[in-house]
């Protein structure tokens, strides 16, 4: 039997995937969740097979929970979305999740998805791995600029999902300081937003 925990904001999809799931032969829904935060305390509580996770939701979005739910928990993540840009698709494999399906995939694919992910291997839609194969083509960026120590404290942090407020706690350091860290990291990185930061500075090797 597998044991799954779904994830995801929007209550009727997630209704809607614990009765479709429920029905399948081999597979039991044993919690669910309506953000990242939420996940993390369900996976501890549960300690599913499978973690079927949506990537945008309020608070602790998808990718944020992935990586603090690999690190902490060795969970086997599952992306299941409506999003597919090179981003997003980038950001969760960096977070380690064994796959990454869309939400307009067949049902069929889904469950042969999470059978997949449960036996440990990896499940991507054809989409998005017609995606990745384009990605790894292109030529490697260049060298982004080297982050001092504190920053890269700061941008490892933001990776595990932690607010500013938090950041600053854990370092202990002012609320402002932390965004000014943030904004130079931005600036050396050449980006306009966390996500994109922390999936860059994986990128390039810049977080370990």
Do not use: C
């Amino acid at each position: 039997m597998i044991r799954l925990v779904i994830v995801d904001d929007h209550p009727v999809v997630r209704a809607g995937l614990v009765g479709l799931l429920s029905d399948e032969p081999g597979l039991e829904v044993v919690g669910e969740a309506a953000d990242g935060e939420a996940a993390v305390r369900v996976v501890a509580a549960t300690t599913p097979d499978v973690v079927l996770m949506d990537l945008r939701m309020p608070g602790v979005d998808g990718v944020a929970a992935t990586t603090r739910l690999v690190a902490d928990h060795a969970a086997r993540v599952l992306i299941l979305t409506t999003y597919e840009s090179d981003d997003q698709i980038l950001a969760a494999i960096e977070a380690g999740a064994s796959g990454y399906l869309l939400k307009a995939a067949p049902q069929d694919e889904i469950v042969a998805g999470i059978r997949s992910v449960a036996a440990g291997q990896t499940a991507l839609s054809p989409q998005v791995a017609v995606r990745l194969v384009q990605r790894m083509r292109e030529p490697a960026p260049e060298a982004a600029a080297s982050l001092t120590v504190r920053e890269t404290e700061v941008l490892r942090l933001v990776a595990a999902g932690r607010s500013n407020k938090q950041i600053a706690a854990a370092l202990g350091i002012g609320e402002s300081t932390v965004k000014t860290h943030l904004l130079r990291v931005f600036e050396k990185l050449d980006v306009a937003d966390r996500t994109r930061a922390v999936t860059l500075a994986m990128e390039r090797g810049l977080l370990t």
